[in-house]
């Protein structure tokens, strides 16, 4: 039997505040346990949420960027359920009205687009966490998280692989890094997926019995953690077994899924409207406000690239990759504007190659936009060759000549030989020096040429012009 896989993604992102989204206390990350847990947070007696203004404007930002319905009201409810790190009793979290309803996100699998439709985008708090390593016997309780303001995006059951999972989820992060409601650090727990998996018979319009995969804070993860649970599925059901609703955890060290606990339904938190919480009102003209502060989006500059610039889809998709990389691309083409695709070139080449290697982002590049556009400038002028000026970007890269490409290949002694009259005593010099070769060449052994090539360059000491050593070197043999 044929299987399709079913795919659906619940997305926590933290959004960027400062502060929690009832409470004053600070959200940053790595503080000594506790530390950061104040009265409201940890629910003492006779205390009262007041909810953080920024975090719902973050919540417009992304229901305007996805184009989204923004709804007003909207209402906080109680989600209620007992766990040690979860200090009321409940979650203060968002059920029958969400802040952002509908919307869509384009992705890009292969060659193919697709649409995957959000169902919606609701604000929340998060728990605090159990600590269960550094402890003998027992668990700790760290509740610095716990009233952390968090947009829970939750998608359709659209995506039909892992591959179109883990896309979707690349769009999603590098959207709402995009437009500044979070910082998308997987590692901090600021970006975590749980994918709803299910698989039906091909052609069949019934979902199948869904399981839930919490936690998963890489992209790799996501993807084999889909896999993984697609085939035991299906290995169930082509056994005659039924799938078991349930919520699962993904172990990397083995590669599997396994069982965490039954899957609830929305009956069991038994949710209702938080009395403490007014509804959510959110004005016309704060919407406005808000839009105008959203900057140009990825999939509008991905267009413009494509349709101004000439470049590739696939091309523009590295460059939007973060919107710090297309900043640095245009102000980097800015500089040298007739030479879009050989700046495209380097920044994803040379610029992202050693960024990854050194484990930085491109905000910290010591080479900045301007500098980089000297050095391609002396690229494409001829004054010096591709392979040279690899070498004159490593000493930018060092702060050698204060980053000057200028001063760094006046230094070296890099410029190329460009004068005609001068290549062409260079030639004659080889060719009298390598009469066989010659003879080859003209006798039809086409590799004689490239040979004759390498001894000019060894000639000028890498210095001649490539370009122009075999234009005058092809016009040379024909005589």
């Not at 890099?414 to 010099?429: H, M, N, P, T, Y």
Request: charged residues 25%; proline residues 4%; negative net charge.
């Amino acid at each position: 039997m044929q299987w399709e896989i079913v795919i659906g993604l619940e997305v926590h992102t933290q959004l960027s505040t400062q502060s929690k989204i009832f409470s004053g206390a600070s959200t940053a990350y790595g503080a000594q346990p506790n530390t950061q847990a104040c009265a409201v947070d940890i629910a003492l007696p006779g205390v009262l949420p007041v909810l953080n203004y920024g975090a719902v404007e973050r919540a417009i930002k992304f229901g305007l960027a996805v184009g989204a319905k923004i709804n007003s009201p909207s209402i906080f409810a109680r989600k209620n359920y007992f766990y040690p790190d979860l200090p009321k009793g409940y979650q203060i979290s968002q059920f029958e009205l969400p802040v952002v309803e509908g919307g869509s996100i384009k992705i890009q699998v292969g060659e193919t687009e697709k649409i995957v439709r959000l169902t919606r985008a609701h604000l929340e708090e998060d728990a605090g966490k159990s600590l269960h390593e550094d402890f003998h016997g027992m668990s700790g309780i760290d509740l610095n998280r716990a009233g952390t303001p968090l947009l829970e995006i939750v998608s359709e059951p659209d995506m039909r692989s892992s591959a179109e999972a883990v896309a979707y989820a690349k769009a999603l992060h590098t959207l709402v890094r995009w437009i500044g409601i979070c910082d998308g650090n997987m590692q901090e727990g600021s970006f975590r997926c749980d994918a709803n998996v299910s698989v039906r018979p091909r052609g069949a319009e019934r979902l199948g019995t869904r399981c839930e995969i919490k936690n998963l804070n890489s992209f790799r993860f996501l993807e084999k953690a889909i896999d993984f649970e697609a085939r035991r599925q299906i290995e169930i059901l082509e056994d005659g077994g039924s799938i078991t609703q349930e919520t699962r955890l993904y172990d990397a060290n083995r590669d599997e899924t396994r069982t965490m606990r039954s899957k609830e339904d929305a009956h069991d938190y038994r949710y209702f409207p938080d009395p403490d919480l007014l509804p959510l009102e959110i004005s016309k003209e704060w919407i406005e406000r808000v839009e105008v502060m959203l900057p140009e989006l990825p999939e509008a500059r991905h267009n413009r690239y494509v349709e101004d610039f000439g470049l590739s889809s696939y091309d523009a998709s590295v460059l939007i990759a973060t919107r710090e990389m297309a900043d640095y691309f245009e102000n980097t083409v800015k500089q040298l504007p007739a030479q879009v695709k050989l700046c495209a070139n380097w920044v994803m080449g040379e610029v992202s190659g050693r960024l990854n290697k050194e484990g930085i982002e491109i905000a910290q590049c010591p080479v900045s936009p301007a500098q980089l556009a000297e050095l391609l400038t002396r690229i494409s002028d001829g004054t010096i060759s591709g392979k040279s000026a690899k070498d004159v970007f490593d000493s930018m890269w060092q702060g050698e000549h204060d980053g000057s490409a200028d001063a760094i290949i006046a230094a070296k002694g890099l410029k190329q030989i460009s004068d005609d009259s001068e290549i062409e005593k260079l030639i004659d010099e080889v060719l009298a020096a390598h009469s066989q070769q010659v003879t080859d060449y003209r006798s039809g052994k086409e590799k004689a040429f490239n040979s004759l090539v390498g001894q000019i360059m060894k000639a000028s000491r890498g210095k001649a012009n490539p370009g122009q050593v075999n234009t005058i070197l092809k016009k040379k043999l024909l005589e």
